[in-house]
Nanobody, 120 residues
Framework: QVQLVESGGGLVQTGGSLRLSCTAS????????MGWYRQVPGKQRERVAT???????NYIDSVKDRFTISRDNAKNTVLLQMNSLKPEDTAVYYC??????????????WGRGTQVTVSS
C-alpha cells in the first residue's frame, strides 16, 4: 500500500522561511505528478504548486517568486521551499502524488497534512 508522509511545517514570523518535504513509500512502480495543496478551515483546498515527473512546474499566482517546488525522483520525494512567508500562507499543507503501484493501478494519493502558521 502506498503512503505519503509530510514534514517541515511549523510556526514562523512574517518574512520567514520553511521547507516542506513529502516522501512516498510502499508498493510503487512509478511516481508521476506531485504537488502541494493547502486548506484553511471553512474553505476549499487549493492547489499551491505542482511538478511533473520531468520537472515542469506550475504555481498559483500568490506564491510565484516566493515558493519553489522540486523533486528527487530517486527518493520519491517532493519539496516545497517557502520564502518570504505571509500570514495568508497559514494553512494545513497537503502533499499529493499520482502513483502507479506495482499492481499497475494508477491513483492519486494524499498525505495527512502539516500545519504552517505565519504570525504577523
Amino acid at each position: 500500500q502506498v503512503q505519503l508522509v509530510e514534514s517541515g511545517g511549523g510556526l514562523v514570523q512574517t518574512g520567514g522561511s520553511l521547507r516542506l518535504s513529502c516522501t512516498a513509500s510502499g508498493s510503487i512502480f512509478s511516481v508521476n505528478g506531485m504537488g502541494w495543496y493547502r486548506q484553511v478551515p471553512g474553505k476549499q483546498r487549493e492547489r499551491v504548486a505542482t511538478i511533473t515527473s520531468g520537472g515542469s512546474t506550475n504555481y498559483i499566482d500568490s506564491v510565484k517568486d516566493r515558493f519553489t517546488i522540486s523533486r528527487d525522483n530517486a527518493k520519491n520525494t517532493v519539496l516545497l521551499q517557502m520564502n518570504s512567508l505571509k500570514p495568508e500562507d497559514t494553512a494545513v499543507y497537503y502533499c499529493n502524488a499520482v502513483i502507479q503501484s506495482i499492481a499497475r493501478v494508477t491513483l492519486s494519493y494524499w498525505g495527512r497534512g502539516t500545519q504552517v502558521t505565519v504570525s504577523s
